[in-house]
């Protein structure tokens, strides 16, 4: 009886009571079934049309599993009945609770969905003794759900990324939006060719592409292709964070390339376990890798001097006016690519060719935070590090509109979760 009082408090039907409680047996364990029935004289309402319609017949009792109470499973038993539709035929009616085939009241989807986004979907379903598929479908149906109601008006800066999904060479192209104050995952591509990009611009009207007034990237050229065309009158930043990326690489191929020439000339090895001194930051630096980086000073490695122009580098951030960052800029290009290694005279050439690009940051600072790209990366490694099931682009897209979409929810009498 108290049963029934909660329900119609967390989940009133509207033109339906609920009747008995009973206690069922499913899979070995117990749990609750509670009946369903349509109040008296209520029309059912046609689910192809959403209009009241009078009745055809009635199907056999169906289950509907609801929020489990007290980790014991919960099921709405209800007789579904047709509708005779002038317009659809005969159609099963439309219930408050559910939606389409599910066997899942729109209550416990949303709850699951909700606990996806904080659990892996494997974690999530054993705890609420269900499948990893009804996990993925919940998660599915909200996705689709936010989606559909989003709004993509107004959007005024956009970053696009790449991020490596699954092993090897298979990548994800995926667009945010960083505007001040709304950062959001907007659309995710499979691979990282035009056509990737392209698909994002497909779904924005005009309008939408008009207000759009700063874009991020990498120096990718499709990405650079796509956003020439696609967006013209915005201004494209290359941002910190990528040109930094690129020079770590850079960095990094230098030391390999060293630490087996030096072994195999037989030197000592000055260059073991260095990697992480020349990758970092000075000041992320532990006391003990300081210590190591002194040292390494001491040798002419060229390793150590690319480590010493991208610290150089870091200054360029630091300029008030665009015309004196350029002047560094180019002095920086002309210095690299005097020091004869091969992998900065890479990146310096990089810089060079793309100067204006780079030299936007400077008129776009403000508006765009040099880390916002950066951050989101750093989620999206998450998430699908999180779901270790992900075998489908559908399914790592899925995720990562979840996790990172800041999708709409419908409001509810009650919040499960
Ligand atoms: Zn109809």
Request: charged share 25%; aromatic share 12%.
């Amino acid at each position: 009886m108290l049963l029934k009082t909660i329900l119609n408090r967390v989940a009133p039907q509207k033109s339906f009571v609920y009747r008995k409680v009973t206690m069922i047996s499913k899979k070995g364990h117990f749990a609750l079934a509670i009946d369903i029935e349509a109040r008296r004289n209520s029309r059912a309402i046609c689910s192809g049309c959403h209009r009241k319609r009078p009745g055809y017949d009635r199907l056999p009792p169906r289950r509907f599993e609801f929020v489990p109470l007290w980790q014991i499973a919960v099921f709405f038993v209800y007789a579904m009945r047709r509708v005779d539709c002038p317009k659809c035929g005969v159609v099963v009616e439309e219930v408050p609770w559910s939606e389409g085939k599910s066997q899942l009241t729109t209550a416990y989807r949303w709850f699951l969905a909700g606990w996806a986004r904080r659990l892996s979907w494997l974690e999530v379903a054993l705890v609420f003794h269900t499948s990893w598929e009804a996990v993925y479908r919940s998660v599915e149906y909200a996705v689709a759900w936010g989606l559909e109601r989003r709004t993509m008006t107004g959007i005024k800066a956009i970053a696009v990324d790449e991020v490596q999904w699954q092993r090897g060479h298979h990548y994800l192209t995926l667009v945010y939006q960083i505007d001040a104050g709304v950062r959001r995952l907007l659309w995710v591509g499979l691979d990282r060719t035009e056509e990737s990009l392209r698909g994002f611009f497909q779904t924005l009207t005009d309008e939408m592409k008009n207000s759009i007034r700063y874009l991020c990237s990498d120096m990718w050229k499709p990405y650079l292709n796509v956003l020439a065309q696609e967006v013209s009158s915005a201004i494209h930043v290359l941002d910190r964070f990528h040109i930094m990326q690129a020079m770590n690489k850079a960095i990094d191929e230098v030391r390999a390339e060293e630490a087996r020439r030096l072994k195999r000339d037989g030197y000592e090895p000055v260059l073991k376990r260095a990697r992480w001194c020349l990758l970092k930051r000075p000041e992320n630096l532990t006391r003990k890798q300081t210590v190591r980086l002194a040292e390494l000073v001491k040798y002419n490695l060229q390793s150590v001097r690319s480590y010493l122009l991208r610290e150089d580098f870091q200054r360029f951030w630091t300029y008030q006016y665009h015309g004196w960052a350029g002047r560094f800029l180019r002095e920086w290009c002309t210095r690299t690519m005097r020091s004869k290694i091969a992998p900065m005279k890479k990146v310096a050439r990089m810089l060079r060719s793309h100067e204006d690009l780079i030299l936007n940051w400077f008129k776009a600072r403000g508006t765009i935070s040099a880390g916002v790209a950066e951050g989101l990366n750093n989620k999206v490694k998450l998430t699908t590090r999180k779901a270790y099931g992900f075998r489908t682009f559908k399914a790592v897209k899925t995720a990562l509109y979840h996790s990172l979409g800041s999708l709409p929810e419908p409001e509810f009498t009650h919040k499960f979760c």
